[in-house]
């Protein structure tokens, strides 16, 4: 999937996406019922706020039991600003773990408590890394685990390098592999026959967990910023997509 399906457009606005027969057919899953207390949850995130915009809400559930959770940032996501000379790649290699610690925190976890591993691998090369990321995940990786990624299908070429991986890897130790979408939501029509609809099912979320992950995204500062003509990273189409009361997910 080409990364010109993020840049060409604003976006596909959730006005549309209530219209989808495919989303209103996925089924409803709760976060016990996707991974319960004892079951570890190992979420690998492309760049600091994916594991945010995938999967916030479900993370929430996860206060008070951070011992269930492993969290892994792949990248430091330094090229999130290409050219600019006001989001540095060493201002943002600095801030954007930063402003991943204080999203997790807004969610009411204690990140002091979470298994959490920076790779510090290249933004925007993970394809290069896949190798890396399938021995590292498979090495990590109990029978019983939950692995969620992002889809492999999700047009940034960094989030399908992440799926293959943990394809890869959750099918070579028999666990749970989950994939979210994110930029999907962008460039994704509401019947759009390229989304695996068929494994698709919606994760419940109330209006406290909502609340939260609203605050969880805020605090990723470095994406909402414009830089000259280059606009925001994270569109108010997009937001309105993954801060719904639910999270898309394909089992």
């Known amino acids: 999937m080409s990364e010109d399906l993020i840049q060409s457009n604003d976006g596909t606005p959730w006005s549309a996406w209530q219209h989808s027969a495919h989303l209103a057919r996925a089924t409803w899953l709760n976060a016990h019922q996707l991974c319960p207390p004892g079951r570890r949850l190992v979420l690998i995130a492309p760049h600091p706020d994916d594991e945010i915009l995938m999967a916030g809400g479900l993370l929430t559930d996860f206060a008070g039991r951070e011992e269930d959770l492993v969290l892994i940032s792949a990248t430091d996501g330094e090229g999130s600003h290409p050219s600019s000379t006001r989001w540095t790649e060493h201002r943002l290699r600095r801030d954007r773990p930063q402003e991943s610690r204080k999203a997790i925190e807004q969610l009411g976890l204690d990140p002091k408590r ?97 609340a939260r992950k609203r605050k969880a995204i805020a605090a990723h500062a470095s994406q909402f910023e414009p830089d000259g003509c280059t606009p925001p990273v994270l569109r108010p189409n997009l937001l309105d997509c993954v801060l719904q009361p639910f999270e898309l997910v394909f089992l």
């Open 114 to 210: 979470i298994d959490w591993r920076r790779l510090h691998l290249k933004d925007s090369q993970l394809a290069r890394e896949e190798a890396f990321l399938v021995s590292h995940l498979t090495q990590l990786l109990r029978p019983e685990d939950v692995l969620m990624t992002t889809w492999r299908g999700d047009g940034h070429c960094d989030h399908e390098a992440v799926g293959r991986a943990g394809a890869q890897a959750a099918l070579a130790r028999k666990a749970q592999l989950v994939e979210a979408p994110v930029w999907a939501w962008h460039w994704g029509q509401p019947d759009d026959p390229r989304l695996p609809w068929e494994r698709a099912h919606r994760l419940q979320l109330n209006e406290g967990q909502v």
